[in-house]
């Protein structure tokens, strides 16, 4: 499962106008709903981050020697980017009954009981 997918679980469970028991909004205070951004290969933004992300783990699985900018920098950036641009995903279908933690001290609770 990845981010996408979580975060748009998360607001089919909570959606925007949800309260809780309380009658209070659900996604005040700290909380913020999370936006899903479709990856677009022309944004230099999403761009950027693909190359970058791309570059670190081949640097940190010794894929590539040096983490600094090769001869063929642009080459490989169009490669990583035409690469990137075709990966597709199913698309999302929100897990029916799915039970989502919504108290801190409740899930930290739990977790260490599990731990012991």
Known sequence: I????????????????HKD????????????????LEFDAKNPDHANFVV???????????IIESELKPTDLEEKIKHILNVASKVTFPPFVPTKG??????????????KLCVD
């Open 98 to 111: 799915l039970k989502i933690a919504t108290n801190e001290k409740k899930k930290k609770k739990k977790k």
């Open 52 to 62: 970058s992300a791309t570059f670190l783990r081949a640097y940190t699985s010794n």
């Open 21 to 36: 028991k309380n009658g209070t909004p659900f996604w005040t205070g700290t909380r913020r709903p999370p936006i899903s």
């Open 2 to 17: 990845n981010a996408e997918y979580m975060g748009k679980q998360l607001v089919h469970n909570f959606p925007l106008d």
